[in-house]
């Protein structure tokens, strides 16, 4: 975050394990946690992804470490909770934020197609919060996933992703009602239409851009930065009583567009 609304220092001494941690909103995330003084392991199955960004995080003096696992396997997800504590010695908060995304009509979407994004995004949600359960009992941690709005009214070749990010919700609340005892507080973050990310470049032509854009109240995409700073309060100790909310971080779009839906 290159103009900070925090107080310095505001993590200062807690680790993070960060999925998709080396590129777009997570890898946002991890710089901005790293700023604010957290150690981050940085996770994602390609080395490529998380060297640059740890090395970026590095030199400018924060603490982060590439750790390579693909969040589909259990017995993976394990062996880098392990690297992490084994670095830093603990783990206070999680973010789940490797997920996997395509374009395609439901009737030409494959069980295969399906099933991938279901693994990644939601599967793989549950197997990180499971993995790190000890550590986050012992510390009094938390849970932050990244959801998406995509499933609140039903979005045209995003029935893989919605059906994912709708069990992404149910697992936070869950988990919220079910870790809370033990001081574990869980919540989620759905952003909307993020300018600077990878998917708007990839998955959303120009044409499709500005409807978007005029669809928005406050006139706007989002930016990486958005998501940090909602992302860095949840995460403090600003939040403390804050469990089991998925945070809506869009500007106010999926409001306007059930308005619109609804004639």
Same mark, same amino acid.
């Given at each position: 975050?290159?103009?900070?609304?925090?107080?310095?220092?505001?993590?200062?001494? =807690?680790?993070?394990?960060?999925?998709?941690?080396?590129?777009?909103?997570? @890898?946002?995330?991890?710089?901005?946690?790293?700023?604010?003084?957290?150690?981050?392991?940085?996770?994602? =199955?390609?080395?490529?992804?998380?060297?640059?960004?740890?090395? +970026?995080?590095?030199?400018?003096?924060?603490?982060?470490?590439?750790? /390579?696992?693909?969040?589909?396997?259990?017995?993976?997800?394990?062996?880098?909770? +392990?690297?992490?504590?084994?670095?830093?010695?603990?783990?206070?908060?999680?973010?789940?934020?490797?997920? *996997?995304?395509?374009?395609?009509?439901?009737?030409?979407?494959?069980?295969?197609?399906?099933?991938?994004? /279901?693994?990644?995004?939601?599967?793989?949600?549950?197997?990180?919060?499971?993995?790190?359960? +000890?550590?986050?009992?012992?510390?009094?941690?938390?849970?932050?996933?990244?959801?998406?709005?995509?499933?609140?009214?039903?979005?045209?070749?995003?029935?893989?992703?919605?059906?994912?990010?709708? @069990?992404? !919700?149910?697992?936070? =609340?869950?988990?919220?009602?079910?870790?809370?005892?033990? *001081?574990?507080?869980?919540? +989620?973050?759905?952003?909307?239409?993020?300018?600077?990310?990878?998917?708007?470049?990839?998955?959303?032509?120009?044409?499709?851009?500005?409807?978007?854009?005029?669809?928005?109240?406050?006139?706007?995409?989002?930016?990486?930065?958005?998501?940090?700073?909602?992302?860095?309060?949840?995460?403090?100790? $600003? $939040?403390?009583?804050?469990?089991?909310?998925?945070?809506?971080? !869009?500007?106010?779009?999926?409001?306007?567009?059930?308005?619109?839906?609804?004639?």
């Amino acid at each position: 975050m290159s103009e900070s609304i925090f107080a310095e220092g505001i993590l200062n001494g =807690r680790v993070a394990f960060v999925t998709g941690g080396g590129t777009g909103i997570t @890898g946002g995330v991890a710089r901005a946690f790293a700023e604010a003084g957290a150690s981050v392991a940085l996770v994602s =199955r390609k080395l490529e992804h998380l060297r640059p960004a740890a090395d +970026a995080i590095n030199e400018n003096g924060g603490k982060a470490i590439p750790v /390579v696992a693909d969040v589909r396997q259990p017995d993976a997800v394990e062996k880098a909770v +392990a690297q992490t504590i084994e670095q830093f010695g603990k783990i206070d908060i999680v973010v789940n934020g490797a997920a *996997g995304n395509f374009l395609c009509a439901a009737e030409e979407l494959s069980p295969n197609g399906f099933g991938t994004v /279901v693994d990644i995004d939601l599967k793989g949600t549950f197997n990180v919060c499971r993995a790190a359960f +000890a550590q986050l009992k012992e510390h009094r941690g938390q849970i932050l996933n990244i959801s998406a709005t995509l499933h609140y009214l039903g979005t045209p070749m995003q029935l893989h992703v919605s059906a994912a990010k709708a @069990g992404v !919700d149910a697992l936070t =609340r869950n988990l919220a009602v079910e870790w809370g005892r033990y *001081g574990i507080r869980v919540n +989620a973050i759905a952003p909307g239409p993020i300018e600077d990310t990878e998917g708007m470049t990839r998955l959303v032509p120009e044409p499709v851009k500005n409807h978007l854009r005029k669809s928005i109240p406050l006139g706007r995409f989002g930016r990486i930065a958005d998501i940090e700073k909602a992302a860095m309060f949840i995460c403090s100790d $600003a $939040a403390s009583y804050i469990n089991g909310t998925v945070l809506i971080v !869009d500007g106010g779009q999926w409001l306007a567009m059930n308005r619109m839906v609804g004639g």
